[in-house]
């Protein structure tokens, strides 16, 4: 009979702290700068140069790791991790390693509907490496690789999972969940593209109702969160494959290859020996005021999950919808905003949803551009009856281009919903001459005609007559 085996994943999630210098000294964060001029004599590690930390590096360390729940810990040390790589100026890079700014915490993602805790390790701060370019299309093959050390030193926050997470798209959702988590706090842009948010995942086996854990495997160099899901799901039936054959896993370091879809083994994984882990003789342990970590904690902004039951219970919103509005902090600054001026809550949130979303990624506008008080107007005008709904979806077009307000522009355009008679009637009169075989389908029952000849006098009038009108109007002439 064959194996039945658990999957078991920890994740180690590096973040680029939003500072505008880095962790030890004053050089610029800006990314995308000429190479190497955002350097100076401390993050190179230079002869007599001393490190000095940045406190808001600490204050959104603390901050981030306060919203996953982790304990500050009121001391904590900095340690040399020492290795030799080229991304790496000083040969050591300051991590901090037995003694981390917090431990334990835990997020709760929503999977299957069900709710589902993430515990953590740890969280600490360390100074970020270099980066380095290879030649050639892969590391494998390349014949020179350019360094550029603007990103050495700045503040990098490692957030350490217990090896909690039990499949490839668990992992995911769990990114997905904190990178908006973290993304309320403000500590961090949280671009995977431009590496300001990056993940390692470890990875084991071990057979059904077995609790020691098997051997693990590290995968780097995952670019998106769909790649996270798709190594991981690849590591699941590769080691599942040499368990089955009664084979063994090797503990190694692997690399995720894009282009082949596969993970590709980098080298054996070093121990923590590797390291020769000693404290940093240039900077005194961090300690932290129970009134600094206190304010911090006062300072945090409502997290996604509160909002999310906040904004159910408050709004009468369904799950779908919550989580729709909390996934992006802006967006549901927006809701709430627009909520002040118009009670049909779930309303508001089926235009957001819709004809909103749709016309932002149109655009390419963001929703902090618009003014939420301009889509009220716009649904009251449609409520009122003052527009037909195909000349609210355009103005609503009009107005994220051009922010205009959707009343001036109903005035301006001459938009007004068209009903009444006297002034449809001209328009039914046409289309009916004009189209005589629909007005011949519709008498030998095809309900399907009236629709069309609805369409071509709303298509006539610009969308501003009144549909229901229009119809009651239509059938009565031709039946
Ligand atoms: P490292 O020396 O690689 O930093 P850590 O003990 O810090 O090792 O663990 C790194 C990550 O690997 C953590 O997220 C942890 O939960 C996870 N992990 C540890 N052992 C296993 C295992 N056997 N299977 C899966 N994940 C594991
Ligand atoms: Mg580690
Ligand atoms: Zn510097």
Known sequence: MKMKYDTV???????????????????????????????????????????????????????????????????????????????????????????????????????????????????????????????????????????????????LLEIVTKPDIHSGREARLFLEDLRTLLLYTGASDCKMEEGSLRCDANISLRPVGSTALGTRVEVKNMNSFRAVEMALNYEVKRQEEILSADGHIIQETCHWDEEKKETIPLRGKEGSSDYRYFPEPDLLPLTLEASFIEKQSALLPELPRQRRVRFKEHYGLNGKEATLLTENRTLGDFFEAAANDYSDYRNLVKWIQGDLLYQLRESGKSVEQIEPGLLVELITLLNNGNITRPVAKELLAEMVLSGKSPHKLVQEKGLGRISGQEKLLPLVDRVIAENPEAVENYRRGKEKASAFLVGRVMALSGGRADPEELSKLIKGKIS
């Open 9 to 155: 994943i920890g994740l180690e999630i590096h973040l680029e702290l939003q500072t505008h210098s880095k962790l030890f000294c004053g050089c610029s964060t800006t990314f995308g700068q000429e190479p190497n001029i955002n350097c100076c004599p401390i993050c190179l590690g230079l002869p007599g140069s001393l490190p000095v930390f940045n406190r808001r590096a600490i204050e959104l360390a603390v901050s981030v790791a306060l919203a996953l729940n982790s304990a500050v810990q009121q001391k904590s040390r900095f340690d040399r991790k020492n290795y030799f790589y080229p991304d790496l100026p000083k040969g050591y890079q300051i991590s901090q390693y037995d003694q981390p700014l917090a431990r334990g915490g835990y997020l709760e993602i929503e999977f299957d509907e069900e709710s589902r805790r993430i515990n953590l390790e740890r969280v600490h701060l360390e100074e970020e490496a270099g980066k380095l370019m290879h030649a050639g299309d892969s590391i494998f093959d390349s014949s020179y690789s350019l360094v550029d050390y603007n990103r050495a030193g700045i503040a």
